[in-house]
């Protein structure tokens, strides 16, 4: 039988409210009897009773995580890396966490949200892979329920985020590329609805305009971040009479699919064909040629949005409700160049 707080009460010889408001931290408790109270409760292996602690707080303790993906699986490293962190750091600050799949922009998903939130499974969620007109948002803006998103979004409306400046990493790589001699680059972006898609593209318009380069629209194309699309349609661009000779694409994933086309294709990456991405999954050092990329700190990125979300959840302020990243230029191998200090 478990062990209750009368067990505990009869062992002490105290009543139950002392046992009740010593293990819930009340200050009218002597720390003396405190102190008793958590050691007979250590000792004699107590456990709270779970739903009878969220009905009396009115919270779940725990944290919503809906990953936007198509079908029941997930490859993308750039989820696993995102999901531990949010993971680790809910665990540090005694949340649980509620995972779920569901294919983005569909009716399934926004039933997702509304079990989650009406149906007060979670305290609180946490949004990626924001769209420049998020249902999600907005709805959690209507349900005046805490969440954080990590992106931004062209709704109406004050709400948390932190994202990574893709302009910027984007810019630096283009940079990188022009720098090494290269003037007929395409560029892979994720889909247009995603928000970063236009920072992104921002800053590959910004590098090519500031060195005086035109771009050729029919290198330009929008991916669906997976390495079969970037196999795809590099291998399309890669087969024509006059070939790109960089590729930017804006995800690792769909850049180690370019790779794969070329290699396919007998072209030498590095030499032949010039291959960047963009979120420095650990697949990409260990790649062949290893990746040039732009690192953003994905791990530490899901710690730090749980951490705020936990902060809205209790009723904190936050310092910084707007956060934006720098990233990191990372030179390896299949740009062509030296490999950078990492």
């Known amino acids: ?142 349900q005046d329920f805490p969440f954080v998103i990590f992106g931004r979004s062209r709704v109406e409306g004050d709400f948390c985020y932190l994202d990574v400046d893709g302009t910027v990493g984007i810019r630096e790589v283009t940079r990188h590329l022009i720098n090494l001699g290269h003037r007929r680059i395409a560029i892979l972006l994720p889909p247009d609805n995603l928000t970063f898609a236009y920072y992104r593209r921002l800053g590959f318009e910004e590098a090519m305009a500031e060195a005086g380069l035109p771009i050729d629209e029919t290198l330009v194309a929008y991916g669906d971040l997976t390495e079969r699309s970037g196999y795809e349609i590099g291998r399309a661009w890669l087969m024509r009479d006059e070939p790109p000779s960089a590729i930017v694409a804006c995800n690792d994933l769909m850049a180690l699919g370019i790779i794969s086309a070329a290699q396919g294709l007998g072209l030498t990456v590095g030499q032949d064909v010039a291959v960047t991405g963009f979120d420095d999954v650990s697949l990409a050092a260990h790649s062949h040629p290893p990746l040039t990329t732009v690192r953003q700190p994905i791990y530490e990125i899901g710690k730090r949005i749980c951490y705020m979300l936990v902060q809205l959840i209790a009723g904190e302020t936050l310092e910084e409700r707007h956060v934006v990243l720098k990233p990191q230029l990372i030179v390896r191998e299949s740009c062509g160049a030296k490999a950078s200090s990492q």
């Open 1 to 142: 039988m478990p062990v209750t707080q009368q067990d505990i009460a009869t062992r002490l010889g105290v009543s139950v409210a002392t046992v009740s408001r010593a293990l819930a931290g009340y200050s009218d408790i002597a720390p003396a009897t405190r102190q008793r109270v958590l050691q007979a409760a250590k000792e004699m292996g107590y456990r709270p009773n779970v739903i009878a602690r969220m009905l009396q707080k009115q919270r779940t303790d725990t944290i919503g995580f809906i990953i936007p993906t198509h079908g029941p699986r997930f490859s993308d490293p750039y989820f696993s890396e995102l999901l531990a962190g949010i993971g680790n750091a809910a665990t540090e600050r005694d949340y649980d966490l509620l995972v779920s799949t569901c294919s983005p922009d569909t009716p399934e998903e926004r039933q997702a949200y509304e079990r989650f939130v009406q149906g007060r499974r979670v305290d609180g969620m946490l949004v990626v892979r924001t769209r420049e007109q998020d249902v999600r948002i907005a709805y959690l803006l209507e």
